[in-house]
């Protein structure tokens, strides 16, 4: 994760059609790496990865500044609109092996649309995903990013009335993963202060978890 001059988080976004992964990525790493835009069709059908530039004024130690690295693995969707699931999941786990299998993975970010409600079916679905990809120990490698959360501040939702109104099964989905979520305003994202507080809440998680990785040393 970090030698002496540095250090580097690696994250993957997962998700379904039109969740905002691809977006949610560029926002991490403060550039357009990921193509983004509305379709009637699944954009991402391979996985890409990005990498940001180092980042300053995000963490120090002992006393001194670190610069930060983000490496960030955009995914194709599930359920995909061209892909099987069984295509989408041996896509992904070839590119985490791939990339992280060395370094190991930080955390994934489990991507989903703050101004849609979220059904049990597409919980579900996306939890037996997950775990399939990551394991028996998933939740502790796994949170929520909530995209789309202008939208919601738009029709008069606060973070906290948004949760007091949530339903049950987001709910249930939050406290699974120990509550590790964060609210990403797309109108905002690439506003350096706004991304600054987002990569300070996943490094959090990240201590939460005592810097534990997945996949580490799996590389074949």
Known sequence: MADSNEMTINLVVLGRTQAGKSAAGNSLLGSSDFESHCSPSSVTTCCSLGRSCRILGI?????????????????????????????????????????????????????????????????????????????????????????????????????????????STLLSLLSSVQHKYIFLDNQKSFIKEERAIVLRKLLNFMRQNNYQVLLKHSKQ
Do not use: M
């Open 59 to 167: 963490i120090r130690r002992n006393g001194c500044e670190l610069p930060l690295r983000v490496r960030v693995l955009d995914t194709p969707s599930y359920p995909h609109s061209g892909l099987s699931k069984e295509q989408v999941k041996d896509t992904v786990r070839s590119a985490l092996v791939h990339h992280f299998g060395e370094e190991g993975l930080h955390l994934a970010l489990l991507v989903l649309r703050a101004d849609l409600p979220l059904c049990p079916d597409e919980s579900n679905q996306a939890i037996q995903f997950i775990q399939e990809l990551l394991g028996p120990t998933w939740k502790d490698f796994t949170a929520v990013l909530l995209t789309h959360a202008d939208k919601a501040e738009e029709a008069g939702f606060s973070e906290e009335a948004y949760l007091l109104s949530a339903s």
